[in-house]
């Protein structure tokens, strides 16, 4: 099946720019939330990112017009859904809340839609019988931020059909992204599990007082080549991400091995969200 009309549930900061990214590539798109500021926020970032991107000769006038034209922002989640071959569903990580969104989206989408969660932790199997097209619900996992970030997680569960997964890829393809396909679901997909055992590493040192998050951050970017440290990838990702991801699987595990560091469990209640919300680690007022 060709795609090329494409829905982005959530308009927050992954949802917004991966909807950028298909109207970049051509898709028409439409970006829903169910949060008026949170759509304001995103419909001041597409016009303002255009315009940087036309200012430093990245982009035409003339292709810019075209994808405002290609990319629209609505708080009607049926009118954004109606006609979409593809639905990519980024808010909360929380299983229930997702669960409910796709029963929803089920009844309002057409039948032939892929349903898709760019959800970093819950596998697709835990969603897809909450609908009646299960062959047609994956994982399409991008990276934050995800205008830069050119790998894609496409799994296949199997639940998923062949098609489903082809088409999945071909989409991220033409997003101009690098798809890496998992045959079989697995907690964590594959980056996130090399990055796990990291940033787990990361916060044990730093709960036991061996160092400083700052000087972590330049032994990992210093004496492993990495282009960031594992503190500042949090607060790039989210630290309210880091302690739902850790309270799902521990809900789910008991093991209180899962459970979140005690520093990202501080930091979240005291709302230290990282990047978007001006502190995390570090300070970005």
């Not at 809900?251 to 979140?260: H, I, K, L, N, V």
Request: glycine share 6%; hydrophobic share 40%; proline share 4%.
């Amino acid at each position: 099946m060709e795609i090329q009309k494409i829905a982005v549930i959530g308009a927050g900061n992954m949802g917004h720019q991966i909807a950028m990214c298909a109207a970049l590539s051509g898709f028409s798109v439409k970006c829903t939330d169910s949060n008026p500021d949170i759509l304001e926020k995103a419909i001041s970032f597409a016009e303002n990112y255009l315009k940087e991107r036309v200012a430093k000769g990245k982009l035409s006038e003339e292709a810019a017009k075209q994808v405002q034209t290609n990319i629209a922002f609505t708080l009607s989640l049926e009118e954004s859904v109606t006609d979409a071959d593809l639905v990519i569903e980024a808010i909360i990580e929380k299983l229930d809340i997702k669960r409910k969104l796709f029963a929803e989206l089920d009844n309002l989408c057409p039948t032939h839609t892929i349903l898709a969660t760019n959800s970093s932790y819950i596998v697709s199997s835990k969603i897809a019988d909450a609908t009646n097209r299960p062959d047609r619900v994956c994982n399409m996992h991008f990276f934050n931020p995800a205008l830069v970030m050119k790998c894609v997680e496409v799994v296949k569960g199997s639940h998923v059909s062949e098609e489903t997964a082809e088409s999945v890829m071909n989409v991220a393809t033409k997003m101009s992204k690098t798809p890496v396909l998992l045959h079989k679901e697995i907690y964590g997909f594959l980056v996130n599990r090399l990055l796990q055992a990291t940033r787990q590493e990361a916060l044990k040192l730093l709960d036991m007082g061996v160092a400083s998050f700052e000087d972590i951050d330049t032994a990992a970017k210093n004496g492993l080549g990495y282009p960031m440290g594992p503190f500042s990838l949090l607060d790039l990702t989210g630290i309210d991400l880091a302690y739902h991801v850790g309270m799902e699987k521990y809900s789910e595990s008991g093991d209180p091995a899962d459970r979140p560091s005690p520093t990202v469990v501080e930091k979240y209640t005291k709302g230290e969200w990282g990047k978007k919300a001006g502190k995390g680690f570090y300070d970005y007022e």
